[in-house]
Each structure stands twice: as structure tokens, then as C-alpha cells.
């Protein structure tokens, strides 16, 4: 039973950066793969990026290569998305969960890019 919390969207210019944090519940963080996902009204959730259990290993989709950095700090339970370079089609509710099986989804956390 791992919940996520997420948090630290907000309202961005276009080029601006974001850094959403991902508070997971239980002790067994460490053993899962991560992933973020977003979901912009009307459209399927979109798989962003993710990162192997152990950190060394990440992946991201190609609408984020090269803006997008997924990072996790398995010790405090946490996972990150540093956003860099924010286009208004990243405008979205962000979401983390495992990867690339996923249970039930959190509140998320909305990014609005606008000028």
C-alpha cells in the first residue's frame, strides 16, 4: 500500500522551471521503480518520464528530453522532476507513481505555463 503526495507545481512562464516533489508513503520506496506522469484536460494521461529503484538509471519521453530531470532520494522517501524550459503544452496535473504498473493515483499537482 504506497501512496504518493505530490507537490510543488504552480503557475510558470514560457521558459521558466518548476521542481515537483513526490512524498511516498511505506518502506518498500526503495525497491520500485518511479515514474511522473501528467494529464492536461480532455487528454490521456502521458507518461513523462522515469527512474530505475536505485537512481542510476532514468528515461523520459520525447515531448521532455532535455528539459525534464527525474531524480529520487530513496532515503527520505522522495522522488523529484525538475522542469527547466516550460513550453504552455507542458500545462498540466502531474502525477507520480511506480513504474510502469501503477495502483491508484494521487491529487497531483497542477503546472499551468503561461504567458
Known amino acids: 500500500q504506497v501512496q504518493f503526495v505530490e507537490s510543488g507545481g504552480g503557475l510558470v512562464q514560457p521558459g521558466g522551471s518548476l521542481r515537483l516533489s513526490c512524498a511516498a508513503s511505506g518502506n518498500a520506496f526503495k525497491f520500485y521503480a518511479m515514474g511522473w506522469y501528467r494529464q492536461a484536460p480532455g487528454k490521456q494521461r502521458e507518461w513523462v518520464a522515469r527512474?530505475?529503484?536505485?537512481?542510476?538509471?532514468?528515461d523520459y519521453g520525447d515531448s521532455v528530453k532535455g528539459r525534464f530531470t527525474i531524480s529520487r532520494d530513496n532515503a527520505q522517501n522522495t522522488a523529484y522532476l525538475q522542469m527547466n524550459s516550460l513550453k504552455p503544452e507542458d500545462t498540466a496535473v502531474y502525477y507520480c507513481?511506480?513504474?510502469?504498473?501503477?495502483?491508484?493515483w494521487g491529487q497531483g499537482t497542477q503546472v499551468t505555463v503561461s504567458s
Open positions: 527512474i530505475s529503484s536505485g537512481g542510476s538509471t532514468t
Open positions: 507513481n511506480t513504474y510502469p504498473l501503477v495502483d491508484y
